[in-house]
């Protein structure tokens, strides 16, 4: 979504000008709705795909409709330097596919008879995997703790990733996506993506995870990052 | 596991735990685009929810207090804005307030009106150019015989051939959208030459 028009934009958005979101829904409508089809694809798929095509489709319309909802009301909120807008609109959406979709999944999920109610872990999917609580042996102090250990977590790779160089901050996080989207060769795929070999994606990576630890490390001693998952 | 693939696992392990739930996205984060992502829908479908969208954002229909909405939040008084569009202020004012018929309006000079107030291209403003040029440039279906009437004052010549026709010809709807057509299309083209690369 490497497009930046909304920068001559920004503060007329900010100002809920009806014209500036209309532009903006005309320039990212079709790249926002092809992402949020795609989670809905993903998490669909996890669930054993219970909900048919249409289904999915509409799903995807109705998850692109509130992301431009709440990006619109929560416009004041985004911060330009952190990234683009679009990705910014999509990832609104993301975060609330889950929430929106579950329920829906599920019940459908039940009615074909399938077994469990929790999430499926994806291929990769570390977080489900490692996770040391499982979600029904979560007390609410443990969920508290968590979320702290959560925001901490983000609130230092935040100051990390802004002190690296930003095409090694997005080249680690595509790999970390696309892992989370189930592709066994993320490092493989990034690479094509990007028109590197193999060989220069992971020396690229290398230098790249070699500067994390090195500002990690100024940053907040030699304190594992493993401390904090 | 080597040392290096460890490493990675650690750092893709914290960037899960930090981001999967998170509200906003992580730095410098690009979701890839729709040309990457295809759909495998027909792109008319997608565009129709593009515009059912953008009608329900719009509040405003008319296509003067949608400009005086803008030019208003930008900052800019109409001289300001008359002066970087080339138009006169008077009759951008006239605009503004739903006086001036599109077809006393150079498409080019309503492009230069749009690329000051920052619009790049036609799209968002399209429903509403549409149904304005519609009115304002309506063709009438043929009419044996003369019609006879005399000018008013204050009263356009548009404005005056409307009132004339009304009852005694009916509008041409094929003819009146293709001229709608055609002047959209021509603002559009002004508006690509003015931000070149930007407009699509």
Redesign the interface.
Known sequence: ???D?WR??LQ?LR?K???????V??WY???V???L??QVRRLNSRHGGPLPEPDV?EA??EL??EA?RVA?EEID?F?PE???L???I???GM?RSKGLLGDRLRQERDRMGQESLDLEPEPG???TR?RPIAVDQATPETTLVSKF??IE??RR??TV??RMR??Q??T??????L??EGIHNPVEVAAR?NGRSVEAMESF??RA?QD??RIWIQEYGEA???E?? | MTEDEESMESLLRALDAAYRDSLEPPPHYREPGASERPTGLDSAQIEKWRNELQAQTRRTQALGRVLCNRRRAMGMDIDDLAAEAHWAASRLEKLEEGELGLNDVDPELLAHLLASLKVTSIGPLEPTIRDLARKNLAVYEKHKGQIYGRSRKGVTARQRHEDLMRGVAGIDEEATARAADRYLKAVQRELESLWPNRSS
């Open positions: 979504m490497g497009d028009r001559e934009i007329l100002a000008e009806e014209l500036a979101w209309n532009q829904i005309d409508f079709g790249d709705f092809a992402g089809l795609n489709i995807g319309r692109t409709f431009f619109m909120a911060e952190r990234g683009d679009q990705t910014w999509y990832w609104k975060a999917d570390l977080a490692r250990d959560r977590l983000r790779l935040d990733f802004g930003p095409n901050v997005s680690i996080i595509e790999v970390w996506r892992r989370e993506q990576l290398r995870r994390f630890r594992p990052l493993s904090l998952l």
